[in-house]
């Protein structure tokens, strides 16, 4: 069986034109599955009897299966999705959505595990399971419209706003290492017979793989986040070991280069909050100076803690006079509200339930012997 999911607006023209049918047939099917939800052919009631038995016979419609769903004090709702279809229990990513006043944003996992080992990151101590597909990425804001009941049937009228106005590709994974089920599923959901969301409401989150930031521009220059965390190589090789790859200087290039032809664009530079170790006024002024030349915000992140991690989140006060620090400076600085707290919904807490299958070993320290504050990383 064929997943429709897996295929994104032209993909699915493609394989339509293989089994002779026109390509408005496959945005036909498109806008079912995707605007309405659909799953089940039989419902697509403007598309011809006699495709829909051939389709019924030959693909299917499979989003991720739901394994758990919490809801937190603020709103913030989870999802634990298993995307091996009962073969693998323990294959499951997480997606989270973010009710807000104006807006509701889905953040969606791109990978089982991560390779990317940052040292703050829970999703980086599970070590690196296997890429998602595209049916597995695009499924999670498939799923997440039906489960919020905000699915629209083709051809009814838009009303009001869109529960799902933006996606953020920040959960679990990094995205740029696994560049094209990423672009499929972003083509799906900037597409007009997808989800229509436009570039700006679609932001993809990069530890910095240069190559591929310079690809992403080339294909969909959605918005990008970089997650700098460091004004300086050698504290950012140990938080986000990547660096040693590409360094600071090739990543601002990087991050100019992405920029060149949308003027009206802007980096969102993501910097979590890390007592301690990358908070200092020193800090800041050292940040300002690297992105003196890029068009940029900053996002603050306060630290969110796992067990074991080893870091503690940055004072208010602390975090408050950076971020006073960057605005004075002329910058745009936010400090990110930390969400779902209660059901580790939060940035670099999403572990799901993934068996650690990678050759990395975590062992946990006893409590007593771990490490303080600030010495977590020397
Ligand atoms: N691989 C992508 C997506 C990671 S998750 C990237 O690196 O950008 C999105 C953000 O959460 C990243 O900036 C990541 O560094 C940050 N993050 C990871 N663990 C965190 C934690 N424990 N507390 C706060 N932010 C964290």
């Known amino acids: 069986m064929v997943n429709l999911l897996d295929f994104d607006v032209e993909g699915l023209a493609a394989w339509f034109a293989q089994l002779n049918e026109k390509p408005f047939r496959a ?15 039989a419902q697509m009631t403007d ?102 009941g905000a699915v629209k049937v083709p051809g009814a009228p838009d009303e009001g706003e869109r529960v799902i106005s933006n996606v953020v590709l920040m959960g679990m994974g990094e995205p740029l290492a696994n560049f094209d089920a990423v672009v499929s ?72 280069r992405y920029l060149e032809n949308a003027p009206r664009d802007f980096i969102t530079f993501e910097y979590v909050m890390l007592a301690g170790i990358n908070d200092s006024d020193a800090h800041a002024h050292a940040l300002l100076r690297l992105v003196r030349d890029v068009p940029s915000k900053f996002n603050l992140i306060p630290f969110n803690p796992f067990p074991g991690s080893g870091f503690h989140r940055s004072r208010p006060e602390r975090v408050r006079r950076f971020q006073e620090l960057l605005l004075d400076a ?34 946990m320290p006893p409590e007593s012997s771990r490490r303080p504050a600030g010495a977590a990383i020397s």
């Open 47 to 148: 598309v011809a009897k006699s495709l829909r038995a051939k389709l019924t016979e030959i693909a299917e419609i499979r989003g991720p299966r739901p394994m758990r769903d919490t809801t937190a004090a603020d709103g913030t709702r989870k999802w634990l999705l298993g995307v091996d279809n009962g073969k693998n229990e323990d294959n499951a990513v997480e997606a989270v959505f973010i009710p807000e006043a104006h807006r509701g944003t889905l953040c969606v996992s791109t990978q089982v595990g991560c390779a990317l080992d940052c040292a703050f990151c829970s999703t980086g101590k599970q070590g690196f399971n296997r890429n998602l597909t595209t049916a597995e990425i695009i499924g999670q804001l498939w799923y997440a419209n039906r489960a919020l």
């Open 185 to 256: 599923a972003l083509r799906l959901m900037l597409d007009d017979h997808g989800y229509g969301l436009s570039r700006r409401r679609v932001t993809v989150s990069t530890a910095g793989i240069v190559p591929a930031m310079d690809r992403l521009r080339e294909t969909v220059p959605v918005a990008l986040a970089v997650s700098l965390h460091a004004p300086d190589d050698a504290l950012r090789d140990r938080l986000v070991p990547l660096n040693k790859k590409y360094p600071l200087k090739d990543l601002m290039a990087a991050c100019r």
């Open 330 to 363: 002329g910058r745009i600085a936010t400090v990110r509200k930390t969400r779902g707290d209660d059901i580790d919904a939060a940035c670099g807490q999403l572990a799901g339930q993934v068996r650690d299958r990678s050759r990395r070993v975590v062992v």
């Open 27 to 41: 945005r036909q099917v498109l806008r079912w599955m995707h605007r309405a939800g659909c799953d089940d052919f």
